[in-house]
């Protein structure tokens, strides 16, 4: 377990200063210091995601009963990923510090009281997503070692593998602050991203946990709606708690789109109402097409 922490621990901080040193070195580029840690931090975590979203296909695929069925990829990839959460709340700040230096925000100053500014300005900002990572660190790493090689009732493999998954609207999110932070707004790139993001983060984060109940309420041929009733308490906060964050996050996307794509000036709930509405149609259509 330590060696797969250790290659965790130098496998991403190393390809982020890997890739910043490249940016900034190849004569065909020649970024500036937050230009290459900007997009250094955004590829990291794109190939983070795709590491993540294949595990879990893997081990999703390899389970035949989703409730006895075991993968040594479950334990073994969040412990190599865990490092990953640590780097990536450095990564966002360096981020977000940069941007400041952009705008002349003095506290983007080296004063040591300027970074302490900065820091608490970084962490009203992103508290979200910093909560996210501490969470994935101080609980989810040691739940999976508490569990590791112990009956699957502590751990359902196939429930982490299409968790997992989830990460698979991570790229194109990368790729809309990048496109944004570098103003190409008005490009076609932006809105296929954009529309791409809308999806992927619809289908792969928000509908996550209805799926895994609706697995689950046909595993046990328990209705849909009686599944929260019969599985532990626990699950259901813990699923709680994992979504609300992925609806808060969801409605910026979908403001955000509909920004994008019209120039009509809605209350949010609409707009959330029209977007969700036009994934919703969209679906049902590509469904009626595979049939």
């Not at 429930?159 to 989830?166: D, E, P, S, T, V």
């Not at 990460?167 to 496109?179: A, H, N």
């Amino acid at each position: 377990m330590l060696t797969i922490l250790a290659a965790g621990s130098v496998f991403f901080p190393g390809l982020f200063l890997l890739s910043k040193q490249c940016l900034k070195s190849i004569p065909a580029l020649r970024w500036s210091e937050g230009d290459a840690v900007i997009v250094s931090a955004r590829l990291v975590s794109s190939i983070q995601a795709v590491m993540a979203s294949s595990a879990g296909y893997i081990i999703a695929s390899s389970c035949e009963d989703i409730i006895e069925d075991q993968h040594w990829l479950t334990s073994t990839y969040i412990m190599f990923a865990v490092p990953y959460f640590v780097y990536d709340i450095y990564a966002m700040f360096m981020c977000y510090w940069y941007k400041l230096r952009v705008k002349g925000h003095e506290e983007a100053s080296a004063a040591p009281q300027h970074m302490r500014s900065a820091v608490r300005s970084y962490l009203r900002r992103e508290f979200l997503m910093v909560l996210h990572h501490v969470v994935m660190v101080t609980v989810c790493f040691p739940v999976s070692v508490v569990t590791y090689g112990q009956s699957p009732n502590f751990l359902h493999y196939y429930f982490q593998g299409i968790m997992f998954m989830a990460e698979l609207s991570t790229p194109s999110v990368c790729l809309g602050k990048i496109l944004i932070q570098y103003k190409q707004q008005h490009t076609l790139l932006h809105k296929v991203n954009g529309a791409l993001m809308l999806v992927t983060f619809f289908i792969f984060r928000v509908l996550l946990f209805p799926y895994l109940y609706y697995v689950y309420g046909r595993y046990a041929s328990i209705p849909f709606l009686m599944v929260p009733f019969t599985v532990p308490w626990h699950c259901n906060l813990g699923a709680a708690l994992l979504m609300a964050p992925q609806l808060y996050w969801f409605s910026l996307i979908c403001r955000g789109a509909l920004r994008l794509f019209t120039d009509v000036k809605l209350s949010f709930p609409c707009q959330y109402c029209l977007v969700l509405f036009f994934i919703l149609t969209n679906w049902g259509c590509c469904d009626g097409k595979m049939e």
